[in-house]
């Protein structure tokens, strides 16, 4: 009876101590960013931060002069597992495809994933894991499993999604997410510019009360206001893409605060329909060519795929909907609605990582603040999670922190300078990440 309080009391002398030191501070909370700051992380956890503290005896201890430090980037709407190279197809989906994929996207500093919609059984044990062991080696994942698209409609299943046609149907469909615990329910209502068909609003209506009597919360992939406006009365979670047909309005803005409705603009996945019909830049940034293989970068620069993307005859519309996106957010944000970062990264031609950067220049281009847009992509999304332990770094959160070679407050593409990343206090293996090319 005597060694048990033995071993107690010499447990926090194996405690894991780091210390890091000498930093600027951008803690994810809104407030300014605070120079000459340190960090002591134990077991994963910010015993404290603050301008004045004492390495603990025996602590590793990081010296961090000249750098800024800011959490970890939290993406609201991305995809795992679906995709190899330029191929989207559900035989890919494994534990070891999705494991690698949440890799790549801790390299690049998103540390929390939600994987929305079009995800197998492995994501399970997966996320499973993760929460067993507290201290994840990659991006720590949530999913809403399989989503929901109507019977016959748009887009099609494919493999990767339920098809519905009754409420029956989604009531039984949702049950089978439950029971898995999923994180969320994920619905599809596009009816592809009028010309097919979408998931009606009666059936989304009984999905959103269906998975409330779950616990469970429905995020919806929309384009137009008028969908918008019936989900977000129905009691829809988040809006999954901006409104992208028409301006929002005041009835919209109105009831997105009164029902608690986020808003994640996906501002990427709008330019990535239209941007490789020439060869853009980005395909010569070390920043990118560092996760992609040439054998993609070759494909996405050959006449073949650049002739696929400006024969879609619907490309005309397409830079028109990322102006209208832009200025939706920009309204939105204005209006106090809850706003996350979203990429819908993980298609095709979507990259995981690069474009979760690359959409944070983007909502500073329609007119948010880098600040605004920090956090938006850390605090708000833990928000949104109900993620207390993360978001922020503040004492009795999880380390989850991207270190930074220069100031993205100054310029946010400085969110690609980085040069470590840590997930509940460990550094992840892809070393130093060379700076994005200007």
Known sequence: MRILPLILLL????????????????DGTGKPAAPGMAMVVV???????????????????????????????????????????????PKFYTRETVEQQLQ??????????????????????????????????????????????????????????????????????????????ADLIKIWVDDHFGQEHTLPIDLSRAIIADARQHGLKVAAHIVNLSDAKELVAAGLYLLAHSVRDKPVDQQLIDSMKKHGTWQTATLTREISTFIYAQEPKFLSDPFFTRSVPARVIDALKGPEYIAGIRNDPDFPRFPGLLDMAKRNLKRLSDAGVKIGLGTDSGPPARFQGYFEHWEMELMVEAGLTPMQVIVASTRSGAEFLGARELGTLEKGKWADLIVLAK?????????????????????????????SVR
Not at 49 to 74: C, Y
Not at 126 to 153: E, F, H, I, W
């Open 11 to 26: 447990a926090p002398a194996f405690a894991e101590t780091r210390v890091l030191k000498n930093f600027t501070l951008i």
């Open 43 to 89: 077991d994963g956890r910010i015993q404290s931060v603050g301008a004045k503290v004492q390495p603990p005896p025996g602590s590793e201890v990081i010296d961090l002069t000249g750098k800024f430090v800011m959490p970890g980037i939290i993406n609201l709407h991305g995809h795992v597992g679906t995709t190899v190279d330029l191929t989207q197809d």
């Open 104 to 181: 790549i996207y801790a390299s690049y500093g998103v540390t929390t994933l939600v994987s929305l919609g079009t995800d197998s059984d492995p994501i399970y044990a997966v996320r499973d894991a993760q929460r067993a062991s507290r201290r994840p080696n990659t991006a720590r994942v949530y999913t809403a499993g399989r989503g929901m698209v109507l019977k016959g409609g748009y887009p099609a299943a494919a493999g990767m999604r339920y098809e519905v046609g009754t409420p029956a149907e989604c009531a039984a469909d949702i049950a089978e997410l439950a029971a898995k615990k």
């Open 407 to 435: 100031n993205p407050l100054d310029d946010i593409r400085n969110t690609r300078t980085i040069e470590a990343v840590y997930i509940a206090g460990n550094r992840q293996k892809s070393g130093t990440l060379r700076a």
